[in-house]
């Protein structure tokens, strides 16, 4: 074998290994973070249109909410609560609905109602639970006790809320105009205006 035929070869086998360091050290390492960042950018597109979901349904909620409550700004929790017990088939195992509502905080009114539930069975107290759940209302089971009846089904106490009354927010403040002066021109002579 001649000399520049071997150099060719060691100089082919240079470059071989080169090619491979700078493909294990610089291309790999830049195609897997590629790949990385293209999967969280992907999660972080389902995180935000999932978050834009729940904004929506906020946004519906405080509108359905709105219209229940109407001019008066009452929400009437107690036939509300009555009527998903029909719905739900429970309506008939209602021992007493005690309303009353209290504050909750500045500019927000809380109605509660206090219910018993007797002899009621365990699918249809899960019924009416998922429609109290599922309301546009923004209903809140504040309490929830379950007993077993000794004769058939379940004993419950339960007690359901609903933010109503809530005061408008004080529009914010205007921004002050600044004042308009006069200031004499380049010359001294001619007075012109100026804004600071």
């Not at 897997?32 to 972080?44: F, N, P, S, W, Y």
């Not at 909620?61 to 509300?80: I, W």
């Amino acid at each position: 074998m001649s000399e520049s035929f071997r150099k060719t070869i060691l100089f082919a086998v240079a470059a071989l290994l080169a090619l491979l360091a700078v493909d294990s050290w610089v291309l790999s390492p830049v195609a897997e973070t590629r790949r990385k960042l293209a999967v969280r950018i992907e999660r972080a597109e389902k995180a935000l249109a999932e978050a834009g979901a729940l904004e929506k349904r906020r946004q519906e909620v405080a509108a359905r909410l709105s219209e229940a409550a109407g001019s008066s700004g009452d929400v009437n929790l107690f036939a509300l609560l009555q009527a998903m017990a029909r719905e739900a088939g429970v309506s008939g195992h209602i021992e007493y609905m005690r309303p009353s509502s209290r504050e909750a905080g500045p500019g927000l009114r809380e109605e509660v109602v206090d219910m018993r539930l007797k002899r009621v069975a365990l699918g249809d107290m899960a019924a009416y639970l998922g429609r109290i759940e599922a309301a546009p209302e923004a209903l809140t089971v504040r309490k929830l006790s379950f007993r077993a009846d000794p004769v058939e089904g379940l004993n419950a106490d339960m007690s359901v809320s609903v933010p109503v009354g809530r005061e408008p927010s004080p529009a914010p403040p205007v921004p002050a105009i600044p004042a308009v002066q006069n200031v004499p021109g380049p010359d001294g002579a001619a007075p012109r205006e100026a804004v600071p």
